[in-house]
């Protein structure tokens, strides 16, 4: 059994429906083939994907999503139960609390350096694209912590998206197309087109590779991947793995955040009575942008509560 993202299916010889339209049609859980189901249910995804109470089995993960190609080397989305725990150990150390204090001086820059942007095109009375802005912000934010490159992508420096951001997108999307190739059944071809290197996805890690050797070069500093260069020989993590997990990091990093942004800035423009509430709470609370810090917010109650 396995839940498979949403795509394109045919069912039963008719014209090619998507998964929404199977759900509005069949219910909640649909039989695609022998051994695929597909759920439409929030309680689906906390059974097969949740953690499991002491003593109850994990779902095994299904190589046929999360390791179509593989002669690539494993990453904490995809390795075992057993790896899987001692890669996402190392890799919470960058995200405790204690790593986000020291980090706070690097992302409080980019923060500082998107406002700044934000009130000079402010004046120019220009329709703003937010989505693009949060992702400039977000892109640079983990490109920094990522890879120790100060300045990050240089996105918002300059306005735009970096060149290798780009790749990036057309990889996810030749992910899609092919992860949909492979499950009628052309995955032996598929599988020399992805080994020949011509991908998006290959070109990426090889850049990704590059930027790791280097961070791997340099001194320690309060990043995503020092947990896992400080124990890189005890968990063998050669070069290939450490870009994987590195690759990861951007994604889930950057996309995943500015749209939470891009959510929570809709609601509050499109609800005038909570964004006052937030408003007055914020300019009450700090008298200058200095004072608003990671620990600092953590006090705002009316912040707290609706978070």
């Known amino acids: 059994m396995s839940v498979l993202p949403d795509v394109w299916y045919r069912v ?28 439409s249910n929030p309680q689906a995804w906390r059974d097969i994907y949740g953690h499991k109470k002491a ?41 405790s609390e204690r790593s986000m204090r020291e980090q706070e001086p690097i992302i409080g820059s980019y923060v500082d350096l998107l406002i ?30 990522s890879f120790g490159v100060d300045g990050g992508f240089g996105c918002l420096q300059n306005s735009g998206y970096h060149p290798w951001i780009k790749l990036i997108s057309d990889a996810l999307w ?44 340099g001194g320690e500093r309060p990043d995503f991947l020092e947990g896992l260069i400080r ?32 959510g929570v800035t809709y609601l509050l423009a499109t609800n005038p009575e909570i964004l006052k509430k937030l408003e007055q709470e914020v300019r009450s609370s700090f008298h200058s942008d200095d004072e608003i810090t990671l620990t600092s917010v953590g006090n705002l109650s009316y912040v707290s509560t609706t978070c």
Do not use: C
């Not at 759900?23 to 039989?31: L, S």
């Not at 942007?117 to 490109?143: C, H, P, Q, S």
């Not at 190739?181 to 087109?193: A, D, N, S």
């Open 55 to 95: 003593g109850e089995e994990e779902f095994l993960k299904y190589e046929g999503f999360y390791r179509l190609v593989k002669h690539l080397p494993t990453s904490v989305i995809n390795a075992g139960r057993h790896e899987h725990g001692l890669l996402r150990r190392q890799l919470a150390h960058g995200f």
């Open 231 to 262: 124990r890189k020989d005890e968990l063998k993590l050669d070069l290939a793995r450490m870009s994987g997990n590195a690759q990861l990091l951007i994604v889930a990093g950057s996309e995943t955040t500015a749209t939470l942004l891009s």
């Open 174 to 217: 030749q992910g899609s197309y092919i992860f949909a190739l492979f499950q009628v059944g052309l995955g032996l071809p598929l599988q020399l087109i992805v080994r020949s290197g011509i991908l998006a996805d290959s070109k990426n890690r090889a850049i990704v590779t590059e930027k790791v050797a280097e961070r791997m070069k």
């Open 116 to 145: 700044e942007r934000l009130k000079e095109l402010a004046e120019t009375k220009r329709v703003l694209n937010m989505r693009e802005w949060y992702n400039y912000a977000t892109f640079d934010i983990i490109g920094d912590l």
């Open 12 to 39: 039963r010889g008719e014209l090619p429906f998507h998964a929404v339209e199977l759900h509005k049609r069949y219910g909640p859980v649909v039989r695609i083939s022998p051994d695929h189901l597909i759920y």
